[in-house]
Every structure is written in C-alpha cells, then in structure tokens.
C-alpha cells in the first residue's frame, strides 16, 4: 500500500526553525518527484517546494528564502529545512508524490498531485 508518512511538525516561537521529514513506503518513490505543500484553516492548500528525481527544485514565494528541500540517498525521503519562521507559516505540512513530469510541466501546483501523506502540524507563535 502506498504511503507517505511526515513528522517533525510542532510549535515553535517566531523566528524558530523546524525540520520536516517524510517517508515513503508500499512503493520505490525514488522515481517520482516529492514535494511540500501546506494548508492554512480556511485556506487553500498551496505549494511549498518540490524536489524531482534529478534533483530540479522549484520553491514557492513564501519559503523561497527560508527554506531547504533535500532528499535522501535512496530518493524514498523527502526534507524541509525551514528558518526564520513567521505565524504566517502555521498551516498543516503536507508531503506529496507525482511523476516527474509533473513537477517539470506544473512545478508545485497542488492540483496535480495524487498521491498524499495526512500531514504534520507547524504552529508558529509570537
């Protein structure tokens, strides 16, 4: 069964950093693009950044600067380093999976991913 398994969400005070992990399991996603995306209460989920198998990254305005996408040795784990965190950052973190080309063609457009963790919860105050 296909699964995608994040952690290292939590609470952290403004201008903190966090480290987001997720694990891929059921399947070799070591073929396929991963990504981050978030959602906010009462927003739309958004993309964060995304990692293809050749290692393109695209990173998305609000964490462009701030963070740090990296995958493991076997491709199968997917990493976001984020600094410098803002209350703006509170959302639920989501791990995602798609084809490669998919991430060429559409980058972090959530709408286009079909495979999805149940996501890890970043609460940012001060």
């Known amino acids: 069964q296909v699964h995608l398994e994040e952690s290292g969400g939590g609470s952290v005070q403004s201008g903190g950093s966090l480290t987001l992990s997720c694990a891929a399991s059921g399947y070799d996603a070591s073929n396929e693009c991963l990504g981050w995306f978030r959602q906010a209460p009462g927003k739309e989920r958004e993309g964060v950044a995304t990692?293809?198998?050749?290692?393109?990254?695209h990173y998305a305005d609000a964490l462009k600067e701030r963070a740090i996408i990296s995958r493991g040795n076997t491709k199968n784990t997917l990493t976001l380093q984020m600094n410098n965190l803002e209350p703006a950052d509170s959302a639920m973190y989501y791990c995602?999976?798609?084809?490669?080309?998919?991430?060429?063609?559409?980058?972090?457009?959530?709408?286009?991913?079909?495979?999805w963790g149940q996501g890890t919860q970043v609460i940012v105050s001060g």
């Open positions: 995602a999976a798609e084809e490669d080309a998919v991430c060429i063609a559409y980058g972090y457009d959530a709408s286009f991913f079909a495979t």
């Open positions: 990692m293809d198998t050749d290692g393109v990254v």
